[in-house]
Nanobody, 123 residues
């Protein structure tokens, strides 16, 4: 099972960029399709984007399409989320998650989760 740890969150001004990382300390990242979710205060966890095991296929929710880019380096057991043109409404805790099958977007379909990293975008 994946053992996921996110990093890279922080405080950034609107219009700025951040890159999040998610390391699988179980060294099994290459077995899984991966995704990023986020959860803002008082809201449900929201699916953002997913990538297949090879990195050859990706899918984005409309809210982040064109601004965020998901990628992975299986040799480094690391998943990335490059976030550009950040908006105050992007403020949330960001989570990476692993699943056996690409194409999943529901929280319940993901088996392993990181602890989250806080992203705060100031206006």
């Amino acid at each position: 099972q994946a053992q996921l740890v996110e990093s890279g969150g922080g405080l950034v001004q609107a219009g700025g960029s951040l890159e999040l990382s998610c390391v699988d300390f179980g060294r099994t990242l290459g077995r899984y399709a991966m995704a990023w979710f986020r959860q803002a205060p008082g809201q449900e966890r929201e699916f953002l984007t997913t990538i297949d095991w090879s990195g050859g296929h990706t899918y984005y929710e409309n809210s982040v399409k064109g601004r965020f880019t998901i990628s992975r380096d299986n040799a480094k057991n690391t998943l990335y989320l490059q976030m550009n043109s950040l908006k105050p409404q992007d403020t949330a805790v960001y989570y990476c998650a692993a699943t056996n099958t690409y194409g999943k977007t529901r929280e319940a379909d993901f088996d392993s989760w990181g602890q989250g990293t806080q992203v705060t975008v100031s206006s």
